[in-house]
């Protein structure tokens, strides 16, 4: 059974970091792509970063450029997400993903076939 575990989720005050990790296990996510989402209250499910297969290559969406960095250890199979300079508008529930690819084929939450349960991020003024 393949399985996505998030962790690293908190409370922290605008400005801070965080970081988080997301745990695969049962499949061999070394060759997948991978996504972090964030989903905030009212709002559509919405694409943050994603990684290719061996690390070389990243993709952001404009709001997280220059503040999120996304990097994936697949020795341990694992993805992380770096936050750093947080605001209240990056509060939401994050969620890991992979694609069945070794290049994300698209931003889009419907192109990924694996999820995480999700760890919330809350950060205040």
């Known amino acids: 059974q393949a399985q996505l575990v998030e962790s690293g989720g908190g409370l922290v005050q605008a400005g801070g970091s965080l970081r988080l990790s997301c745990a695969a296990s049962?499949?061999?996510?070394?060759?997948?792509?991978m996504g972090w989402f964030r989903q905030a209250p009212g709002k559509e499910r919405e694409f943050v970063a994603a990684?290719?297969?061996?690390?070389?290559?990243?993709y952001y969406a404009d709001s997280v450029k220059g503040r999120f960095t996304i990097s994936r250890d697949n020795a341990k199979n694992t993805v992380y997400l770096q936050m750093n300079s947080l605001n209240p508008e990056d509060t939401a529930v994050y969620y890991c993903a992979a694609e069945r690819a070794p290049r994300p084929s698209d931003y889009v939450a419907a192109r990924y076939d694996y999820w995480g349960q999700g760890t919330q991020v809350t950060v205040s003024l």
């Open positions: 049962g499949r061999t996510f070394s060759s997948y792509a």
């Open positions: 990684i290719n297969w061996s690390g070389g290559s990243t």
